[in-house]
């Protein structure tokens, strides 16, 4: 009997009938609860799955937007290089044709120099020329020679023009 009077023997009683009502009563409220909340923490493992999954997409796909934006940059960089390369090929014959039409152009004008040079030194040279033989003539000619050389000239001007 001595158990009977023992409190520890009471409080043992007391919990092991509390804990046959907590299990028979709310027994499904709990396992309802603790059913719930691992419901909500596998739906929030699945969501987070996703999103990583997701993640790892997005992640992918700018990681194939970025070689394709760097491939498409070296693309655009040699074109800018080879066009770079044209455009300066073109000038250099540009200024090579302009040169040599510059110097055919200055020789033109060397070419026409020479030949007025030549023309007014040709026309001095007969007009010399033509003062020496008016002074000679003059100095040698008598008035009745002048007048026979005169209508001699005169009358072998028409056999030349007939």
Known sequence: ME???NPTFWV?????IFILLVITKGGKGIVAGL???GEAIRKTLEEAQNLREEAQKTLAEYKRKQRDALKEAEEIIEH????AKRVQEEAAIDLEESLKRREQQAMDKITQAETAALNEVRDQAVDVAIKATRNILAGSMTKAKAKSLMDNSISSLGEKFH
């Not at 043992?12 to 092991?16: D, L, Q, Y």
């Not at 800018?80 to 066009?83: D, H, L, S, T």
């Open 35 to 37: 059913d719930a909340r």
């Open 3 to 5: 158990l009977l009077q």
């Open 12 to 16: 043992g009683v007391a919990f092991a």
């Open 80 to 83: 800018a290089k080879q066009e």
